[in-house]
């Protein structure tokens, strides 16, 4: 390791081989500063007993975590994780994510009594999230939230937004503007590797389902002739279902041929089961989440990628689905409001198309343009290449790179020569 480069913590609830996408930028991250020469630790949690391990150059120490949710069930993880955080030796700069909320409230204390700076990647934007989404919090532990991860937010050296509206937000709630930045997330590496996109084939003149599909149907459809609209990843709070069920019920009487593929986890898999099993909604299929070898053949498998959000939490998250579209180089249908980056990204780069979060029919409608118009499905793939372009994840280890050195030079200004 450089003597130079600052030392780096990182904490998270979940880290690989625990399932999420927070765990898998972290580990891309930590692999990047390992790479760049920091000494870098991570903290999360097991399932298991506690351990400490290194993987390659990156020491990883995990606390036992009994796995319950549930608001009381993250606070005992959040107070876990402090604890643990105060056990370790000092970092000169520590980021905190989003798993569990308010885990940047811990990492604040923890910063100031180690004089660590501090960096707050905020993927999910606690607590205003729990108001948005009605969560079940008595009124007084809630409006406790409020005043302590306010207090909090003001208090992080530098807060790294996944988007311009969550930045925005931050600033509407009195975090100073001078002290966010602005880094999105990014598709897997698996999906922008340029050595595997090199043996990719041309793209035909015709819709990508007319021409050897059954080589590229692993999960459903054995005869590999319906139309796949994807849906990879957590359906939960934030995702909106009943515009899924109303449009697979205008589809699966108009157009058969389409079938609305999800895979992953969330609250809203049991909703469009149940949708499923009592409307007969044969077009709707369910799927668990798929291994990580899996990961690019299931994203080139939709030949259009959907992605939801409900109006209330725009600005309070940003749904790392859409870069895996992205990635994939398939047309997106944004079911979500139109002032938020994904829906302004979109309509911008022309890669897909927007509808209202509870428009069933406006989805319908345009789940059909794309496949009946092989222009619109091919303008939609170019559109999602042009939208990939400065979010690789060579473009935000950049900017991360940026964040760290001027936490680390703002907690250590290098003395005048004079």
Known sequence: MTKDRPSILIVNRVYPPLRGSTGRMMHDLARHFVKAGHKVTILATSTGRSTAASRGNITIVRIRDHGKTGFWGYAKTLWRLYRAMLRMPRHDVLITMSDPPLLYVAGQRAAKIKRSAHAHWCQDLYPDLFSALK???????????????????????CIVAISRCMQRHLIRIGVDQRKTAVIENWPDQELVNPFAKAAAPPPEATLPHKKKLQERRLYTDPTGQKFRILYAGTLGRAHP???????????????????????????????LAA????????NIRLMPPQPRASLSALMESGDV??????????????????????GAHRPVIFAGPAECDIARLVSRHNAGRVVRPDDGRGLATAIA?????????????????????????????AL???????????KHPKRSSK
């Open 305 to 326: 990628h959907l992605v939801t959000m409900k109006d209330e939490a725009m600005g309070l998250l940003m749904p790392s689905k859409f870069y895996s579209a992205l």
């Open 400 to 410: 991360w790179s940026n964040v760290v050195k001027k936490l680390h030079d703002g």
């Open 241 to 271: 279902t009943d515009v899924i069920i109303q449009a697979a019920k205008i589809l699966q009487r108009a157009q058969p041929d389409i079938e609305l593929v999800f895979a992953g986890t969330g609250p809203g898999f049991e909703a």
């Open 369 to 397: 343009l794309f496949r009946t118009e092989s222009e619109v499905w091919f303008a939609g793939q170019e559109g999602a290449k042009a939208a990939l372009s400065g979010r690789l994840p060579s473009d935000a280890f």
């Open 135 to 157: 969560f079940d919090i008595p009124d007084g532990v809630l409006k406790r939230a409020y005043t302590v991860g306010y207090k909090a937010l003001g208090q992080i050296d």
């Open 275 to 282: 949708a499923r099993a009592s409307q007969g909604l044969d």
